[in-house]
């Protein structure tokens, strides 16, 4: 028995292994693709060499490594136990008396070791990638683009030049009819500079651009030597060849990345704790130094002392000063000169004020973005095992394996556990919300999920029966299944057409009977539908006599008579009447009005169902009577 249960393990952990090495790399490849869209601009037309690239793709993978683990197990649990259920190999397995709990128990203990690493690779070897990532960025962004010069447009990336090409040789790279701005040494010295044909290229190291010009004229701006000369002075110049060397850097050179090292995310969770202490002290410092600074700046004008000031601050003084009395006494140049020193001095402290402000809100925005990242390393991580209990449970459930259903499910899934994290996390980086209940929310919301899903999975509950909610909705909406007789393959007995033809004029008779006697095309009594207190026997007596008949009718070799019964409908012979067989029932929905103002009008439906469908069946009855006396006078 050991040995079978250790051959279940090694079973399932290869059927989940083979699925999560496939979807680890595809949502990898996803999550790289999106953050590289975010940056194609900083890569676009820079001339960057496959090792950079390499790089680049590289450290973003390792970053994206911790994100990517969740959705993988999440999809590949989906697809393991679907496959499972869908091949009957989960039933037989709890057939054989293993529940659910000890099934998945290979898959938990590897699902933890995954926890491990995420948070292994998010506190140790995500910090140091991102900041080799980040480096690599600002460097991208720094390199120049590759010299690329359009037709019909000027051009302006080459620091102090723009150029104008009218047409251009792709192939040999000659450039016609140029035009040549030259603004390197200040719009006062301005060099123009015309060409018919010319090329261009780069030195080797990289640092220089090469123009080769032909059959052109170069008019330059000399600088005035008097500030009161009207007239600028100029040069023109006649050339038939001419070579200019322009400065242009288009190599790729890595910076010095130490000044991206105070980002939160490149930082272990040690470091963060050590920079969280730091940033708290200066702030509880700057704080104080405001404060300092507000009691001695504040009243320093007024012929109070600094301790009365202080004391008058706090409240601590009774008396008042009355400014009303004492700006009255004042002239009209006095006045006016007050106002203005005052509005003066508020504006200067309003600008001050803002201005600390600004520092504190900083400083406190940067201690809550290291806080966000402590505890994301432990949220993330602990989302594997999450996303595990939520996959494996919804597997077994809906018993459907392949990339169709499990992977639509797994997207709605990660869907909402990015909404809820991003939307929390940034409602708790704006400081309105508590850090730990911000970036803690997916975990509160998807982690009971996880618990109840694997909790009823593990009891076989009929909670996750799709067929029961299923039948729930048709009860509810009056959807009812059709009739479906086919012909049977072999027949034993024929039916007794004179027992069908009587009981079909019988079940004529009654359902004329009932629609003579009740009126169901019209609206249906409210006080009557919620005091009826027994089931409506007349129906229910029309449709035992049909269901009878119809399985007589079912041995006939006839393919029209079989099409006949096709027709008749399935009744349902209580919900024209009432909610419920319980008279006490009815009353308490029948008192709450939107309760019992929806069950009316569904009953009124049913009413209305049942009146046609009776006719349905008198009819039916008629074409069947027919058919069979046609048979008769056949033979």
Known sequence: ??????????????????????????????????????????????????????????????????????LAILLAALMTFGN??????????????????????PLIIFCTLLCGMSFYFQNVIAPKAQL??????????????????????????????NIYVKKKDRETGIMKDLLIYNFSEGFENAHIIWATEGSMEMTADKQHLFLHLYNGEQFENLKSQSIDSKNVPYRRETFREKHIVIEFDGGFNMVDGGFLSDRSDSKNMIEISHSIDSLSFKADSVGRSIFNDAKRTTYRENSLSEKDSVKMVKGELPFTINTDSLFNAYTLAEKEKTLRSATERLASLTNDWKIKSMQMNDTDKNIRRHQIDWHKKITLSLSCLIFFFIGAPLGAIIRKGGLGLPVVISVIIFVLYYIIDSGSTRVARSGEMNIISGVWMSTFVLAPIGA?????????????????????????????????????????KDPNYAYVNSSLSELSNLCKDYLDTHNLGSAPNYYQIFTNDGPSNAIAEINEIMEKAIEELTNSKDGAILNYINNYPILSTQAHKSPSDHRWLNIILGLIIPVGLFFYFRIWMFGKRLNKDLRRIIQTNTDIQNRIKKQSLDI
């Open 1 to 70: 028995m050991k040995l079978r249960i250790k051959k279940l393990d090694i079973f399932i952990l290869k059927s989940f292994l083979l699925l999560f090495s496939g979807t680890f790399f595809i949502c990898l490849f996803i999550f790289m693709m999106q953050f590289l869209w975010r940056y194609v601009d900083e890569l676009v037309g820079k001339g960057l060499e496959i090792g950079v690239l390499a790089q680049f793709f590289f450290y973003s993978g390792l970053t994206l490594i911790p994100l990517s683990l969740p």
């Open 84 to 105: 499972f259920g869908e091949k009957y190999e989960l039933l037989s397995m709890k057939a054989a008396g293993i529940p659910l709990l000890r099934i998945i128990r």
């Open 132 to 161: 080799k990532l980040w480096t690599l960025l600002v460097s991208m962004k720094q390199t120049s683009p590759e010299l690329d010069i359009p037709e019909g447009v000027f051009y302006s990336d080459i620091d102090g030049y």
């Open 452 to 492: 109840f899903f694997t909790y009823k999975s593990n009891k076989d509950s009929v909670v996750f029966n799709l067929e029961v909610y299923t039948n729930f909705f048709r009860w509810l909406f009056g959807m009812r299944p059709s009739r479906h007789v086919f012909k049977k393959e072999v027949i034993i």
